[in-house]
């Protein structure tokens, strides 16, 4: 059958009875004639009417049963007919889609590549919010568990429990079936004699049995692991176990070096479990009896103020409803606060669904923010890649419109011609799905290698599983309704008498303006994406610009963990003693100093209370959690933080266990402002009372480049030794060439401990401004795509107006209109529709400023450089787009143009 | 009717209703009066299974079924054999007498191999 031929349709399947009886009519009357039949013949052979008629009424049985029978066989083939009329319809449907296609590869390809751009981008952006905010851990019945979190008010709202404060809790059996804690910890693990740095995590006994993992090999823990003195023992995670030790079914009882300690594998975790927690993956888990081995140079881990215990999941007792719990846990606090009512004076319990926080909630916030806002440019783009195909279609369906003409002239019915087109854009889309979903898989596995700028143990990681494929499955369908909605519509709804008589359609005008409206949505969505591109480049340029308070160049700067390493106390002050003399008696090498937090690296220092002692606070004044760092003495001048007031650190201060602070700008700005703090006495929660302020050194941005200064505070390493360490280099001339020589003097040394982020300070700082250049790129590339889209949209209209008015052209420069005036009169027609999406674009534009600001630095709710450079680059692009046909017809032969049709 | 008449095999009432339109449209009264005769009263079809199955043959595309008037002047629903069932019948019939023939070289030995 040629593709034009009319069809008979399938899809009332009913075959109607002759004469249209219905089902019911026809089967009664069949068996009626049967009786009347009868009851002629046996009348014929001499009965009574009367007789005959009962006689063969008799004979036929019980007419009812025979009546439901025949009906429901009739309508079992009726939907049978009806189901193969679909697949028939559906597969002439799919095979005249692909043939259509095949014959246009311009156009799919064309259509095919645009769509796959925005269903891929759109499945990669899905594949990480399912990974971090949707998916569940594999572990059994996970809406019973909650996570538990200590709050205090106006404070952190996501905090720590200490050991105490755990067994307490997990002491309310009533409500709680089990208290999981886990700490995730950076441990040093040895393979063939080197260290390596690895994220582990210190769990309770109940961590496996309590969230119902079965372990794929060997055992979880069991209540013995977490007493003091039991064997040291560990599972592995099931990747680790696979890439390190080539998945040796042997492994069970061989030992590991964690810390120099030796740890017996005693399990191998299943394959699909990562951890609880959302993006967290341990290499292995060992028990909270080894905590002292696992977190070394921490002597008071069971007092009640270390809250070290970062993760409590609790499993609620089989009926017990959270607002249950959480009452039980109110019932604590109030009983801690009347023992200890400094302590629990603004300390709260709260639970938290794990369900809806399988990432971390201090973590969720901003994913979920970075990733919205991601989601709103990729839905953005898909929304213009559809306008765009939209465009392509209505094209197209001009072109074939005498195709469809034809076949509505031989009787094809509209809805087959609907559902063929449809078709056609449901497959399109589809191939666009398939390729999109490719795309996805590659981005995010390219995404994965992207270091994060933090010492988190975080993973980004968007598998494309069964989940990620059935929403691009969908989202490929959505799509392709979306943009064959209007030019299905167009043509189907189109008279049939319009075209077939002429050659000149009177409904064409009509289709112009979907297709102007189209253009002007295409503008105004790139708009928006170029204002969003332009406003993550712009808070870009200003983080490049801050000054973060330091001289970041001629410095380099690296971390280690002697703790980690098993150096005691005394061994290490002699190793950093040793490090640095030999450091600094190399050529070129100008001050050498240590610090314990590794600056830019996302995390500020730990935080400890800090009241001045001479200064009446009124008593409800709240000690501000200070952020504090124990330095050297090289460490203001190698880091390169000027000291404003009063002096840094001497030598004999790194050695004594002397009560000085130095205080930063912001901290002197809050408690003596305007006043000189130097010599005034201070409270430290730390170390408590009588630590004098020597020293106001500049405000710096520690965790990230323009973050906003907070208060902060210096202590010498003197007064409290601690084995992790960061340590800084200042040199003569460019650090890099010190590289070498830094990593050299310390595995002189220690040939096995693990040195990790060493680099050049201003590699540092570029690598803090990671995310905010990926989302630069990102936002950048999509916003250039939209561009070209618009473009090409705004041209492909433009160009088939100016072939429509070739007549019109043709008159008007035959009456003397000159080619400027041509000129003009297609640029104002295209500058209309360009100017209405420039218009919405920047209210759009305007819109979105607000709701990214939060994450922008240095951008106003009016950021005039993105807007200005969204709008240049658009009417560029634009005008050219417009100007390309205009010249054509400004160009035409007058004797031609009037020739044509 | 002295003899109870056999009972119909699964599969066989198909094959004896479209041997019997094959002689011509007929309804279903005449069908079921058709097989009686042509099977000496063997096969006693009753009408609660042949009506049924003229709907089921009509839905497999065998028989097609038109309304006609009865030489009494009577509408009645008439079933006329399709090309495909003409087809159907001529593969069952064949398969059939084969059937039967090797029934009876079973059966009865001797007088099939004479």
Known sequence: ?901 | MSQPSLTLYKGTLDILILRTVSQGPMHGYEINRRISEASQNEFQVEEGVLYPALRRLENKGWLRAEWRETGTGREARVYELTAAGQETLAEQMGTWERYVRAMAMVLRPKEASS
């Open chain 1, 1 to 901: 059958m040629t593709p034009l031929g009319p069809r008979r349709t399938h899809l009332s399947g009913r075959r109607p009875d002759v004469r249209d009886l219905s089902v019911e009519e026809s089967v009664d009357r069949e068996i009626e004639a049967h009786i009347a039949l009868l009851t002629e013949e046996l009348i014929a052979a001499g009965w009574s009417p009367d007789e005959a008629r009962a006689e063969a009424e008799q004979r036929l049985g019980d007419a009812e049963t025979i009546r439901r029978d025949c009906r429901s066989v009739v309508r079992a083939g009726d939907r049978q007919r009806r189901l193969t009329g679909l697949a028939m319809d559906l597969q002439h449907d799919l095979r005249y889609a692909g043939r259509s296609l095949r014959r246009s590869p311009g156009f799919t390809l064309a259509a095919v590549l645009i769509l796959s751009l925005g269903i891929g981008a759109n499945s990669a952006v899905f594949s990480f919010f399912n990974n971090l905010l949707l998916e569940l851990p594999p572990v059994s019945e996970p809406e019973r568990l909650v996570r538990l979190f200590p709050r205090w008010e106006d404070g952190i709202q996501f905090g720590n429990l200490s050991p105490p404060e755990y067994h307490e809790l997990a002491a309310q059996a009533a409500v709680f079936s089990e208290l999981i804690s886990e700490t995730p910890i950076p441990l040093s693990v040895s393979f063939g004699g080197r260290n390596e740095r690895l994220w582990g995590a210190v769990v309770t006994y109940n961590y496996f049995s309590g969230l119902g993992v079965i372990p794929h090999l060997g055992r979880g823990f069991s209540a013995p692991d977490d007493v003091e003195g039991s064997a040291a023992v560990a599972v592995l995670s099931h990747g680790f176990w696979r890439d390190r030790f080539g998945a040796d079914p042997e492994i069970l009882g061989r030992t590991l070096s964690i810390n120099s300690r030796p740890f017996e594998i005693v399990g191998i975790a299943p394959p699909e479990y990562r951890d609880a927690n959302a993006g967290f993956e341990p290499v292995l888990w060992a028990p909270f009896g080894q905590r002292y081995a696992l977190m070394p140079g921490n002597s008071y881990l069971d007092a009640r103020g270390q809250r070290w215990m970062a993760i409590a999941i609790a499993r609620l007792a089989p009926g017990v409803r959270l607002e249950q719990a959480q009452a039980a846990c109110d019932g604590v606090i109030a009983q801690l606060r009347e023992e200890m009512p400094e302590v629990y004076r603004d300390q709260r319990f709260v639970l938290l669904s794990l369900v809806d926080s399988t990432l971390h909630p201090e973590l969720r916030g901003t994913f979920s923010m970075g990733l919205g806002i991601l989601w709103i440019v990729v839905g953005l783009t898909l929304l213009l890649a559809c306008a765009n195909v939209a465009g392509l279609l209505l094209a197209r369906a001009a072109a074939r419109q005498r195709e469809i003409d034809i076949r509505f002239a031989l009787g094809a019915d509209r809805g087959r011609i609907v559902r063929q087109l449809l078709t056609e854009s449901l497959v399109l889309a589809l191939l666009a799905g398939a390729l999109g979903l490719l795309g996805a898989g590659m981005l995010c596995r390219i995404l994965r290698w992207i270091p994060v700028p933090a010492d988190l143990p975080i993973t980004f990681r968007g598998p494309l599983d069964s989940t990620v494929v059935l929403f691009t499955l969908g989202i490929s369908f959505l799509t392709g309704l979306i943009f064959s909605l209007t030019p299905t519509l167009h043509t189907a709804r189109r008279n049939l008498m319009t075209n077939l008589t002429n050659g000149f359609p009177v409904g064409r005008r009509g289709r112009l303006g979907v297709r102007r409206v189209l253009v002007a949505g295409q503008v105004a969505l790139a708009v928006v994406l170029l204002i969003g591109a332009g406003l993550v480049v712009h808070s870009l340029y200003n983080l490049r610009q801050v000054d973060p308070g330091f001289e970041a160049r001629n410095q380099l700067v690296a971390a280690v963990d002697l703790d980690l390493q098993g150096y005691e106390r005394d061994e290490g002050r002699v190793f950093l003693n040793t490090l640095r003399e030999r450091l600094l008696a190399r050529p070129g090498i100008e001050a050498v100093g240590y610090g314990q937090v590794l600056p830019l690296y996302g995390l500020g220092g730990h935080r400890t209370g800090f009241r001045p002692e001479a200064i009446d606070l009124p008593p409800d004044f709240r000690n501000p959690a200070v952020e504090f760092n124990l330095v050297d003495s090289g460490y203001f001048s190698a880091f390169g933080i000027p000291i404003v007031r009063g002096r840094g650190f001497e030598q004999f201060e790194d050695e004594q266990p002397l009560r000085r602070v130095i205080i930063n700008q912001s901290l002197a700005r809050l408690f003596w402002p305007g006043a000189d703090p130097i010599g005034e006495s201070a409270w430290i929660g730390i170390g408590g009372s009588g630590f004098e302020v020597i020293g106001v050194a500049r405000d710096v941005a520690y965790a990230r480049p323009g973050e906003s200064a907070r208060p902060g505070m210096y202590l010498p390493r003197g007064l409290h030794y601690i084995g992790e360490v960061s340590l800084h280099v200042r040199t003569a001339s460019d650090p890099a060439a010190y590289l070498s020589t830094v990593q050299n003097e310390i595995g002189d040394l220690d040939p096995t401990l693990p040195v990790y982020n060493l680099r050049v300070m201003t590699e540092q700082v570029r690598q803090a401004l990671l995310p905010a250049r990926l989302a630069a790129i990102a936002l950048s590339a999509f916003a250039l795509l939209a561009l070209l889209l618009a473009t090409i949209g705004i041209y492909g209209v433009i160009a088939y107006w100016v072939r429509q008015q070739t007549r019109e052209i043709g008159v008007r420069l035959a009456i003397g209109a000159t080619a400027t005036e041509v000129l003009r009169f297609v640029l104002k027609r295209g500058l209309v529709t360009i100017g209405i999406g420039l218009g919405i674009g920047l209210i759009l534009g305007l819109l979105m400023t607000q709701a990214m600001r939060s994450l922008l630095y240095g951008v106003g709710a009016v950021d005039l450089p993105a807007l200005a450079a969204a709008l240049l680059v658009l009417l560029t692009a634009a005008l050219l787009a417009c100007y390309l046909p205009a010249r054509r017809a400004a160009r035409l032969n007058p004797v031609a143009a009037l020739r044509v049709e």
